[in-house]
């Protein structure tokens, strides 16, 4: 045998993709991500700070934005940025905490104006 017999190559169609900094491969037969999670921990993490913020605010420990901004040590702006994304819908909710979002959602993104009805939201 001659050392251009011996030799086997395999292929594997995959693509590298990165989500909240990390990259992941993509399996196109599957078209599921490896690793230990799908979800955008960028995403989750924002959504988190969103709902703690909200419950903080609901619950009296703050009266005012501009108090949580100051307490947090982070701009007001931002604040209320993010505090939107509580009024997103729920199957959209769901759909970034299972990682199904688009690949187009970012944090930034989603801290744009976007529209209160569920209806209209993306994936919504």
Known sequence: MSGAEQILT?????????RGGRKLVISPATMTC??????????????????RWRRMMEAGRFATIDELAAAEKINSSYVSRL???TLLAPGLIEAILDGRQPERM????????????WEQQPMA
């Open 10 to 18: 395999f292929r594997v169609p995959l693509v590298v993709r990165k």
């Open 34 to 51: 490896s690793g230990p999670s799908a979800a955008d921990s960028t995403l989750v993490k924002g959504l988190a700070r969103a709902y």
């Open 83 to 85: 505090l939107r994304l």
């Open 106 to 117: 970012t944090l930034p993104g989603l801290m744009e104006p976007f529209p209160v009805e």
